[in-house]
């Protein structure tokens, strides 16, 4: 059974109650700024000036509790939170920064997580450990599911099970704490602001190998990442074994990247986007379990 969002004129209205109970009017036409099978993104002016409104579905209902968890932490890298409750969130309009962004977003996230690394995962409620081992377990399950894989997909996926196994074990004695993970890290979930980076999107987060955060800007090649989150780790962990850590960390990420579509293609939304991204995380992990890549 999939769980959807409710229609843009529910949600609104479900808004304006959240927001009446925050003691906030509004005084504008709210603009619906992104509605899919994820999230419902509102931009409103109200008399406590121009807020944010997200909603979620179920299976993302600690994204509140993380930002506002995160806000109270960290302040300056979260946006400034206004109110929160299971599967919503409102915060402060973030103006986009005039100048060049300085370094790559990495880097913040990386000090975020080196701030938090502190953190009881019972102390945001919603928010679960999760270590590679365990996502390990959960992609050797999947592989028992008739429906997770076509017969080729599974075979070579199950070849190399033993390969992501031996990873595991190696990032989780690697030396890094666990701290909260993002679980979605792209360049479209940071904005760069006159104050530096402020990072968004909480709604895969986890406590747990902070390099998962690594998939997605290596997969997408981007200029700087790594050199930007290796400057924030190399206090913390001797330099062989981050650049260990960091060789091994795109398959940790892919794994998970891969669970979380799975997830989202049993309780959200079978929508043909998602199953193309569910294969392409599972040709990600392939890649990345790789003899060559594990040498």
Not at 6 to 15: E, H, I, L, P
């Given at each position: 059974?999939?769980?959807?969002?409710?229609?843009?004129?529910?949600?609104?209205?479900?808004?304006?109650?959240?927001?009446?109970?925050?003691?906030?009017?509004?005084t504008?036409?709210?603009?619906?700024?992104r509605?899919?099978?994820?999230?419902?993104?509102?931009?409103?002016?109200?008399?406590?000036?121009?807020?944010?409104?997200?909603?979620?579905?179920?299976?993302?209902?600690?994204?509140?509790?993380?930002?506002?968890?995160?806000?109270?932490?960290?302040?300056?890298?979260?946006?400034?939170?206004?109110?929160?409750?299971?599967?919503?969130?409102?915060?402060?309009?973030?103006?986009?920064?005039?100048?060049?962004?300085?370094a790559?977003?990495?880097?913040?996230?990386?000090?975020?997580?080196r701030?938090?690394?502190?953190?009881?995962?019972?102390?945001?409620?919603?928010?679960?450990?999760?270590?590679?081992?365990?996502?390990?377990a959960?992609?050797?399950?999947?592989?028992?599911?008739?429906?997770?894989?076509?017969?080729?997909?599974?075979?070579?996926?199950?070849?190399?099970?033993?390969?992501?196994?031996?990873?595991?074990?190696?990032?989780?004695?690697?030396?890094?704490?666990?701290?909260?993970?993002?679980?979605?890290?792209?360049?479209?979930?940071?904005?760069?602001?006159?104050?530096?980076?402020r990072?968004?999107?909480?709604?895969?987060?986890?406590?747990g190998?902070?390099?998962?955060?690594?998939?997605?800007?290596?997969?997408?090649?981007?200029?700087?990442?790594?050199?930007?989150?290796?400057?924030q780790?190399?206090?913390?962990?001797?330099?062989?074994?981050?650049?260990?850590?960091?060789?091994?960390?795109?398959?940790?990420?892919?794994?998970?990247?891969?669970?979380?579509?799975?997830?989202?293609l049993?309780e959200?939304?079978?929508?043909?986007?998602?199953?193309?991204?569910?294969?392409?995380?599972?040709?990600?992990?392939?890649?990345?379990?790789?003899?060559?890549?594990?040498?």
């Amino acid at each position: 059974m999939t769980m959807r969002l409710a229609a843009d004129g529910q949600g609104v209205a479900t808004m304006r109650a959240r927001l009446a109970g925050l003691g906030v009017g509004i005084t504008g036409e709210p603009e619906v700024v992104r509605r899919w099978a994820l999230s419902l993104v509102v931009r409103v002016a109200t008399t406590d000036g121009v807020l944010w409104y997200k909603a979620v579905p179920g299976i993302f209902e600690q994204e509140g509790a993380t930002t506002g968890w995160l806000h109270g932490r960290v302040r300056g890298l979260v946006p400034e939170v206004v109110g929160w409750g299971d599967g919503w969130l409102v915060t402060r309009d973030l103006t986009p920064g005039a100048g060049r962004a300085s370094a790559h977003p990495l880097g913040a996230l990386a000090r975020l997580q080196r701030e938090v690394a502190d953190i009881n995962p019972n102390d945001v409620p919603g928010l679960a450990r999760r270590s590679p081992s365990s996502m390990a377990a959960e992609v050797q399950a999947l592989l028992a599911r008739s429906d997770a894989f076509d017969a080729r997909r599974a075979d070579r996926l199950a070849a190399a099970l033993p390969v992501l196994d031996a990873i595991c074990r190696a990032v989780e004695e690697c030396g890094l704490p666990d701290t909260v993970v993002h679980g979605d890290f792209q360049l479209g979930n940071a904005l760069w602001t006159d104050n530096g980076w402020r990072l968004i999107d909480w709604t895969d987060a986890f406590v747990g190998f902070p390099l998962v955060d690594l998939a997605q800007p290596v997969a997408d090649g981007e200029p700087g990442a790594l050199s930007a989150c290796a400057e924030q780790w190399l206090p913390v962990l001797e330099a062989d074994r981050l650049r260990r850590a960091v060789r091994l960390a795109p398959a940790i990420g892919a794994g998970f990247h891969l669970l979380m579509h799975r997830r989202i293609l049993d309780e959200v939304s079978r929508d043909q986007h998602f199953i193309e991204s569910y294969h392409m995380w599972h040709a990600r992990l392939l890649g990345a379990l790789s003899e060559e890549h594990f040498r």
